[in-house]
């Protein structure tokens, strides 16, 4: 995919600096830019840890406690 960016002065100079001092292009160096913050921001809330979490072998489910949960004395949104 291709687009156009616009940068002031002072960061197209950094830019086109440490493309030079890195041996890449700037475009390498945008992507590289993009695909890091992306990785940082874009991932859900929640550990890849806490979604795969299965639950625990010898835990009871919490629904099959349901059952015996006792019901609200009033409804508290009346």
């Known amino acids: 995919m291709n ?8 960061t197209g100079r950094q ?6 001092q890195e041996g890449e292009s700037r475009n390498a160096l945008v992507r590289q830019a993009v695909s890091e913050w992306l ?3 874009g991932k859900s809330q929640w550990p890849d ?10 835990m009871p489910l919490f ?4 059952g015996r949960l006792k019901p ?3 409804d508290p949104l009346a």
């Open 63 to 66: 629904e099959a406690s349901r």
């Open 15 to 20: 830019l086109n600096h440490v493309a030079k």
């Open 3 to 10: 687009f156009n960016i616009y940068l002031d002065d002072e």
């Open 72 to 74: 609200p004395d009033a």
């Open 39 to 41: 990785n940082r921001h």
């Open 49 to 58: 840890e806490v979604l795969a979490f299965k639950g625990m072998a010898d």
